[in-house]
Nanobody, 124 residues
Framework: VQLQASGGGLVSTGGSLRLSCVLSGRTFESYAWGWFRQAPGKEREFVATINGRGDSTYYADSVRGRFTISRDNTKNTGYLQMNSLKPEDTAVYYC??????????????????WGQGTLVTVSS
């Protein structure tokens, strides 16, 4: 299984970006998507998760109402739409897939596979 993330970049405060993550391999099984981020000098933290069917989501308090997680199972792709971006959203964003817990989790441990990370920089 491989995860390929894309969509990061430089954006001004208040701007928007959409991250994508494509999964290859094990595509006939159910899995949850998760997005995590790691800011410079900080530990990696949970951002959002969506279950295998795509009908249940959960967000970190810091992004709720601004970010939207979604998925397209026909394309084996997960998305993170980020609106109203703030400088404190600057981080490397990682996508992750959990076959162990297709309901989704805000813990890292249930995620079996991780993408390589994509950098999001929000300028003030």
């Amino acid at each position: 299984v491989q995860l390929q993330a894309s969509g990061g970049g430089l954006v001004s405060t208040g701007g928007s970006l959409r991250l994508s993550c494509v999964l290859s391999g094990r595509t006939f099984e159910s899995y949850a998507w998760g997005w995590f981020r790691q800011a410079p000098g900080k530990e990696r933290e949970f951002v959002a998760t969506i279950n295998g069917r795509g009908d249940s989501t959960y967000y970190a308090d810091s992004v709720r109402g601004r970010f939207t997680i979604s998925r397209d199972n026909t394309k084996n792709t997960g998305y993170l739409q980020m609106n109203s971006l703030k400088p404190e959203d600057t981080a490397v964003y990682y996508c992750a897939a959990s076959f162990l817990d297709p309901v989704g989790s805000y813990y890292e441990r249930p995620y079996d596979y991780w993408g390589q990370g994509t950098l999001v920089t929000v300028s003030s």
